[in-house]
Structure formats: C-alpha cells, structure tokens
C-alpha cells in the first residue's frame, strides 16, 4: 500500500492476491509472471509516458485512501464509541 498511497505507477506481477487491489491499466500495470519483456516493456512504458505514469500513481492513490492511517483509527474510534452517550464520546 506504501507505493499506491504515494501515488507512485506501480508494475506488478499479474497474481490472484495482487489483482485484490490492483487492475492493470487502471491503477497498475501488471505483467505475467516471468515475462522479462512485458515488464521491460511496462517500464519504459512508464518511465516515457508521464500522464500515463501519473494516471496510475492518481487511481492508485485514491483506491488506498479508504485504507490510510487516518480512516482506520476513524473505523476503530466510531465502534468503541457506537453505545456510549454523546457527552461521553466528546472525551474519548
């Protein structure tokens, strides 16, 4: 997630577990596994197209951002403080 909340382009290996946050063309683009030369081609792909570059690192960032520090702690604080009355949820 580092990379994506970054808003970094990413080149992955085209896995199962990798396509759960990644798409290819969308926020990513993803190879084969042990294609040498889509990700060659991948690279330079993004080193020589800035707004494709950074199109991906954009989505990327925006697709991780339900994910940031922030958010979470946000999640946790609103359960602990779901039943408690409000004056008590003002300290906490």
Same mark, same amino acid.
């Given at each position: 997630?580092?990379?994506?909340?970054?808003?970094?382009?990413?080149?992955?290996?085209?896995?199962?577990?990798?396509?759960?946050?990644?798409?290819?063309?969308?926020?990513?683009?993803?190879?084969?596994?042990?294609?040498?030369?889509?990700?060659? $081609?991948?690279?330079?792909?993004?080193?020589?197209?800035?707004?494709?570059? $950074?199109?991906?690192?954009? $989505?990327?960032?925006?697709?991780?951002?339900?994910?940031?520090?922030? !958010?979470?702690?946000?999640?946790?604080?609103?359960?602990?403080?779901?039943?408690?009355?409000?004056? !008590?949820?003002?300290?906490?």
């Amino acid at each position: 997630f580092e990379y994506m909340a970054a808003s970094c382009p990413i080149v992955a290996t085209d896995l199962p577990a990798i396509r759960e946050h990644l798409r290819d063309g969308c926020n990513s683009c993803l190879i084969p596994p042990g294609d040498s030369l889509a990700l060659t $081609a991948a690279i330079r792909t993004i080193m020589t197209d800035e707004g494709y570059a $950074a199109s991906l690192g954009k $989505a990327a960032r925006w697709d991780v951002s339900p994910y940031s520090w922030r !958010e979470r702690a946000r999640a946790v604080l609103s359960r602990f403080c779901a039943g408690r009355p409000i004056a !008590e949820r003002a300290v906490a």
